[in-house]
């Protein structure tokens, strides 16, 4: 059985180790998480027997917090209050609020917080996830979200150790262990997706996407991968990367991204980076499908004509070359504001007339039979 520290303030297991592999998710995990939030702080804590330790931090900019740090508790600090209530602890400005004007953290320059507690299966205290910022910010109702998302995809990573553990003590046959472990993995994968849905529609909000934008593109790469014969394994990895590709943007000015169609010189040169800034930030992340590397390289052409890379034919990942295809349909039959979307018909000419330059003629073909041949319908 796995045993309680005893003689703690919180009900925790301190005495469970966090794999290495999961603190790598975790590190990705903050990381994304104060990109998206753009605030200078992202941390996971830990509680002990008489302190608090910050686990996981954000590589981000201007971050004063590092991993291993330690506090002792009963000093007022806000990951305490958020132990202590088993709540979401949100604080815009503590210089303004007298509950919080003397917290220590505001001597690091920190005076805003949003933060949950994270626990153990059964209600025990892992510990908190939280965001902080220099400047007052009340973190609006969809960042709360995306912390909730991540709050939860870090307790799926505990249920599973916690579920590992308890098989190594308690579970005979090898078959109930790896069933055990298996439902959790279920677990953690349906989680990421829903992370990922939230990204997607940050992103979307961020524009200069129409709505539904990243679902459309995601419904049409399942069907022509379906049309294609690929694995149902495959085309669960192939809808999720179709709906982050465009993260690699959110480091992209708002206004070169409205007015793609005039890019040249230093602004095209940022624009063309957006698939390595992507991938650069979905590798962090341990999915079981090639998500990074169907972002990297969802740009380049079949001639090799593309970027980052330069690559060509099928050197391209089979579903980066479907999400070529599905990005480009979307883009023609969706109003631009330096041009008018274009009929069905001529976006489908168009992409047959670059068949075997920017795209794989096997693709294409699936694609025209989808429209064409069996009534497939852009949903909206």
């Known amino acids: 059985m796995i045993n309680e520290v005893k003689k703690t303030k919180y009900p925790i297991f301190d005495d469970i180790e966090v794999p290495e592999k999961v603190i790598e998710n975790w590190q990705s995990t903050v990381d994304i998480l104060a990109k998206i939030s753009n605030v200078p702080a992202a941390l996971i804590m830990r509680v002990h027997a008489d302190e608090i330790e910050v686990f996981v931090s954000s590589h981000s900019a201007g971050n004063v917090y590092h991993a291993g740090e330690k506090a002792p508790l009963n000093n007022d600090l806000y990951c305490e209050t958020v132990l202590n209530t088993q709540r979401e602890l949100l604080v815009p400005n503590a210089l303004k609020d007298p509950l919080w004007d003397k917290n220590p953290d505001i001597k690091l320059g920190m005076i805003s917080y949003c933060g949950l507690p994270v626990t153990w299966p059964g209600g025990r205290l892992f510990g908190t996830i939280c965001i902080l910022d220099k400047q007052e910010n009340a973190y609006s109702r969809l960042i709360r ?20 553990r ?3 003590h308690e579970i005979a046959e090898r078959k109930q262990a790896e069933a055990a472990l298996l439902e959790s ?13 939230v990204i997607s529609a940050t992103i979307e909000r961020r524009g200069p996407f129409p709505s539904g934008h990243h679902q459309h593109i995601a419904a049409l790469t399942s069907a022509i991968a379906q049309e294609m014969g690929l694995t149902d394994f495959q085309i669960q990895g192939i809808e999720l990367a ?20 005039r890019l040249d010189g230093n602004r095209l040169t940022l624009y063309q980076g957006y698939p390595q800034a992507g991938y650069d930030t979905l590798k962090k ?11 990297l390289q969802h740009r380049e ?5 593309g970027f980052p ?14 999400l070529a295809i599905a990005d480009a349909v979307e883009d023609l039959t969706s109003h631009r504001s330096y041009r008018s979307s274009f009929p069905l018909n001529e976006a489908l000419e168009i992409i047959s007339s670059h068949s075997g330059s920017k795209y794989d003629p096997k693709v294409v073909t699936a694609c025209l039979r ?5 009534g497939y319908k852009i949903e909206g």
């Open 370 to 374: 989808l429209f064409k041949e069996k």
């Open 185 to 197: 993995q279920a677990k953690l994968e349906n989680n990421l997706k829903g992370c990922v849905e």
């Open 145 to 164: 979200d995306i912390l909730e998302r991540f709050r939860d995809s870090i307790q799926f990573s505990l249920t599973a150790i916690y579920e590992a």
């Open 285 to 295: 992340i341990e999915f079981p499908w090639p998500i990074a590397d169907t972002v």
């Open 309 to 322: 890379l330069g690559i060509k034919g099928e050197a391209i990942p089979i579903e980066a070359r479907i």
């Open 242 to 261: 179709a709906a982050v590709y465009d993260i690699g943007m959110l480091n992209i000015p708002i206004e070169f991204l409205q007015d793609t169609g």
């Open 301 to 305: 052409c079949f001639d090799g004509s």
């Open 166 to 168: 308890l098989a190594m």
